[in-house]
């Protein structure tokens, strides 16, 4: 296998593990908030697994849109 198959792999997880980040995160607000419900509209600090929930999901963006770059750039 050559190097862009290897970065198309690794874009694909990075894709689904992104997605997978950010639908856990609105799981704080129930089921409600997967299907447009109201989550009351009180902002509340991130603690916990919540907040490095969060940071991953940074991360992943970070990640994916640099394998993205690296992709176009190179091929």
């Known amino acids: 296998m050559t190097f862009k198959t290897y970065l198309d792999i690794i874009q694909i997880v990075l894709s689904i593990a992104l997605v997978a980040?950010?639908?856990l995160q609105s799981k704080s607000a129930g089921l409600g908030g997967l299907?447009?419900?109201d989550t009351g509209g009180v902002f509340r600090a991130r603690r916990g697994v919540e907040r490095t929930l969060f940071f991953i999901t940074i991360?992943?963006?970070v990640a994916f849109f640099a394998t993205a770059i690296?992709?176009?750039?190179l091929f």
């Not at 690296?70 to 750039?73: I, P, Q």
């Open 59 to 61: 991360g992943l963006a």
């Open 70 to 73: 690296v992709n176009v750039v």
């Open 21 to 23: 980040a950010i639908v």
């Open 35 to 37: 299907t447009g419900g």
